[in-house]
């Protein structure tokens, strides 16, 4: 479920110690009175805040924001793996953190207290957020096991091409910067080409205008010197994605030119799921609860192109989806169809939380819509527990079953 930000709710959930210490020395924030021991002055609190001159409180809204989007799972997540990498040398003091925030009782806190009391870590941490929330990643593999180079150099070497290329083919992207962060064994390399300049809707000081300006687009690589493979999201079109995998691997990696990709021949055996019979197989301590196919889409084996889609409520009938199948094989030969792409609701558990819905989608030949987060990785690790996992074609070859099965049965 989306989270939406509202000012006064973020000063219900932050105490007012934490908030007392935000404020403090703020221009313009002399009125706000954070010092009661509870909240009983909430709306005394926000009319102040609201009295506070717009161009101090939009800048304060702004950090607000970030705050808001790193109190949650996710984020915090994000904080511990910044803080793993600038603590690497000090033990104690990596220990020492972790338990400072794990004792605090909500991720508000524990994002409000990092904000402020280990400012270093909040970009890099913010930054993990945000790749975690992209989807639609291009994964690269094949390429040689080498270290990523994170000079300045090799930096201001991977930025100039990525100016160069847009400014050539597509007119944008006059300047550009690269900011590079290490996660774990991962490096990772945010790129901020500029974007075309656009006119906004805004209000400035009270004004109801149109404002120009020049925002900046998005480019993120993250590499494995492990697997040898790189992964790219990129909101443009598909032209650009093998350039920037070329770019990067010239200027991060030193490579002469972009290693071949032999073409991922590997395919989603989607049959499995047609049966009413199939169970899926959570691994241990995963949480997930259960897995619900809420609909099925079937491609003419005759006829290319033919398709049927099968959608039904399994909220309260697991099966509602093939008691439908059912029904429409009265009078259409599903034995002629083969399943080609599949919506799965997971409930997965969170300690004492109601269990959470994920909803994703599986598509022929190796598509899949989830993401590359703690939660995802756990629902792809039971998709190949189950058997549900991209194979290559000699493996379908033999594993497949002598005769067709029949979608539904």
Not at 10 to 34: I, S, T
Not at 317 to 327: G, P, R
Request: some cysteine.
């Amino acid at each position: 479920m989306a989270r939406h930000y509202s000012t006064r709710d973020f000063f219900r959930q932050m105490p007012n110690e934490l908030l007392a210490r935000y404020f403090h020395g703020k221009v313009g924030c002399e009125g706000l009175d954070f010092s009661a021991t509870v909240k009983a002055q909430q709306d005394e609190q926000f009319d102040a805040w609201l009295s506070v001159a717009e161009l101090h409180r939009n800048a304060m809204e702004t950090e607000f924001r970030e705050v808001f989007e790193l109190s949650c799972d996710k984020g915090f997540r994000a904080i511990l793996d910044e803080a793993a990498w600038h603590l690497q040398e000090d033990l104690f003091a990596h220990t020492a953190f972790v338990e400072k925030l794990a004792v605090l009782p909500s991720h508000y806190e524990r994002a409000l207290v990092t904000y402020l009391d280990h400012n270093a870590f909040w970009k890099g941490a913010f930054r993990f957020w945000h790749a975690d929330t992209l989807s639609y990643w291009r994964k690269r593999k094949h390429l040689p096991h080498v270290a990523a180079r994170v000079d300045a150099a090799s930096i201001t070497a991977l930025a100039d091409k990525i100016r160069t290329y847009f400014h050539h083919t597509e007119g944008r992207g006059k300047n550009c910067v690269v900011e590079p962060f290490r996660r774990g064994d991962l490096d990772y390399f945010f790129a901020y080409p500029e974007d075309y300049s656009q006119q906004s809707v805004e209000w400035v000081d009270g004004t109801f205008d149109r404002r120009p300006h020049n925002p900046a687009f998005e480019v993120v690589f993250v590499y494995s010197q492990k697997e040898g493979s790189l992964d790219l999201n990129f909101r443009g079109s598909n032209k650009a994605m093998e350039p920037l995998q070329a770019m990067f691997a010239t200027a991060i990696l030193n490579l002469s030119k972009l290693p071949p990709d032999p073409k991922d021949k590997r395919v989603y055996d989607l049959g499995p799921l047609g049966q009413k019979s199939f169970q899926f197989t959570p691994t241990i301590g995963s949480g997930i609860e259960k897995v619900l196919v809420k609909k099925l889409r079937l491609s003419s084996r005759i006829t290319q192109g033919d398709r049927l889609t099968v959608e039904a409520d399994a909220t309260h009938n697991a099966n509602a989806v093939y008691d439908l199948l059912d029904e429409i094989g009265k009078s259409v030969p599903l034995n002629q169809y083969n399943v080609t792409q599949v919506d799965l609701t997971a409930y997965v558990a969170d300690g004492d939380k109601p269990a959470k819905a994920v909803s994703f989608r599986i598509s022929h030949p190796n598509s899949c819509s989830l993401k590359y987060d703690e939660l995802d990785l756990k629902l792809r690790d039971m998709l190949e527990a189950s058997g549900i996992e991209p194979k290559e074609p000699e493996q379908l070859a033999t594993t497949a079953t002598p005769t067709p099965t029949t979608v539904g049965a």
